[in-house]
């Protein structure tokens, strides 16, 4: 997971990476950084936290110049530490580099080891750094050509932000499983992991990096080249899911556009079903809910207050902490609740913990009947390719039938939405490019379909 952003060319350069990343911090909330490129001298901040919490008005104002790359990280089990917060920033060859990266390199560990062997240091857990040390080993005279050469050595996914004195370089894997988008504002260019960032920082998306290009912004101009031929293209599916904001467009569609089409299809699913509302697990939930709404004839309701200041309850790393969150999060509105029939919509399970839990709290407030209905297939395989999907013993999908998971959450149904009807509702025709590995166990992988192996860090 994570989310990257980068501008070049403007005085307000960190205050729009800032502007940026607040924008983007659904994406991840454990760290936050941003780093600056002060005619030729890399200045950075970074810390752990929210945006808001990492950047006081002092910190931003110390990031002069007029290139900035931010990050944003997710938390993921026992990684959680600041050394691997991002942008990292290391001397070479070439002077100082910076690099941002959303994804999940599934070859890390070897490359690491290898590296380790003759001689490099790593100050940090991720594997983000290989990509650094693989380009301190090839002696080209510009960053670019050195990512040319070293970036198709690794497998799995990745959206990159480089940042030399001078340049700002974006690159995205050959299957292009992470999203990247440029963008211009003025004079500036924009790197994102979502169009809402450009939109919000004033921008106007041009269009998306393709699979396996590169793109070099360095004198006011962006030059784009191929480091590796484009593989399947295969975007992430449950960036539509869950991950992206609404207002972001992908494969085609506004992600809310997505989102209500595939509440009309799950209505279209669960044709027969009789209810007295409709209702969604706030957020991603409330979109399905309304296009479920609107097809099926039964009228929206909001079931649940959301408290927005709590973070994202998955995001907790130890299990008690999660649950904990969870409660906080949502409080069920008791009027809207008693004695009815409700078909809640919420966009995946997962472990079950998150449905559990407000099928108990809805039940508790006097439902009647709870209708669940999942906008997503039943997940039955880890994602090795960013998304932090926990391995395959701690997915219900994998664990419980379809029966034992509703007795196991309390439901009184529980549906899940087909794989085929998810991915038309997801893109354009010609954009239903899709990775859905987690729903198949089959991996498209890189290069040439082999099966990913475990990632050495997911972020
Ligand atoms: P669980 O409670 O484990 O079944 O997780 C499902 C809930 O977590 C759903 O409400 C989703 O909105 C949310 N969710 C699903 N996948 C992720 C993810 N990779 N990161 C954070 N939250 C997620």
């Known amino acids: 997971m994570c989310g990257i952003f980068g501008i070049t060319d403007s005085k307000d350069a960190s205050k729009l990476a800032y502007v940026g990343l607040f924008t983007l911090q659904h994406r991840g909330q454990e760290s936050a950084g941003i780093v600056t490129d002060d005619k030729g001298t890399l200045r950075h901040h970074i810390g752990m936290g929210l945006v808001s919490e990492v950047f006081t008005k002092d910190a931003l104002e110390s990031l002069t110049g007029r290139s900035a790359i931010g990050h944003i990280r997710y938390s993921t089990t026992g990684s959680s530490h600041i050394k691997n917060a991002q942008p990292l920033v290391l001397d070479s060859y070439l002077g100082q580099v910076a690099v941002a990266h959303n994804g999940n390199i599934t070859n890390a ?3 690491k080891a290898d590296l380790q062997k003759n001689g490099a240091i790593f100050q940090s857990t991720s594997d983000t750094e290989v990509i650094l040390h693989l380009a301190a080993k090839y002696r080209g005279s510009r960053l670019e050509d050195t990512l040319a050469k070293n970036l198709p050595k690794l497998e799995g996914a990745y959206a990159f932000l480089f940042m030399a004195p001078g ?13 990247l988008v440029l963008g211009r504002l003025g004079k500036s260019f924009i790197l994102a992991s979502e169009t809402c960032a450009i939109d919000v920082a004033g921008g106007k998306t041009i269009r998306e990096i393709e699979p396996g290009e590169m793109v070099v912004i360095e004198g006011g101009k962006a030059s784009f080249r191929r480091f590796a031929p484009a593989q399947k293209f295969t975007r992430c599916i449950f960036e539509q899911v869950y991950f992206a904001r609404p207002d972001s467009v992908a494969a085609g569609r506004t992600v809310q556009t997505a989102r209500y089409e595939i509440g009309s299809v799950l209505a279209r699913e669960l044709k027969d079903v009789k209810a007295d509302l409709v209702s969604g697990v706030p957020d991603s939930g409330t979109v399905y809910a309304l296009g479920f709404s609107k097809e099926a004839g039964i009228p929206f309701q909001t079931v649940f207050m959301r408290n927005h200041y709590t973070g994202r309850s998955f995001i907790q790393p130890d299990q008690r902490l ?6 906080l999060k949502l409080a069920p509105i008791r009027d809207v609740i008693q004695g009815k029939t409700i078909i809640l919509i919420d966009d995946s ?8 839990k407000i099928i108990k709290s809805l039940k508790k407030a006097g439902a009647k009947k709870i209708i669940l209905a999942i906008a997503s297939p039943p997940i039955i395989s880890p994602c090795f390719y960013g998304i932090d999907t926990p391995n395959k013993t701690e997915l219900i999908a994998n664990k419980l039938t379809v029966e034992e998971t509703r007795r ?3 439901a009184d149904e529980l549906h899940y939405l087909g794989l085929e009807n998810l991915v038309s509702a997801c893109g354009d025709r010609k954009d239903r490019n899709f990775c859905f590995s987690c729903f198949t166990g089959k991996y498209a992988g890189y290069p040439g379909g082999r099966r990913a192996r475990r990632p050495a860090a997911a972020l």
């Open 109 to 111: 560990d070897r490359l």
């Open 349 to 356: 399970l997962v472990r079950g913990t998150t449905s559990r």
């Open 408 to 410: 196991f959450i309390g």
């Open 322 to 327: 999660r649950e904990f969150t969870a409660h």
């Open 167 to 179: 340049k700002v370089i974006g690159a995205r894997d050959p299957s292009g499983f992470r999203p």
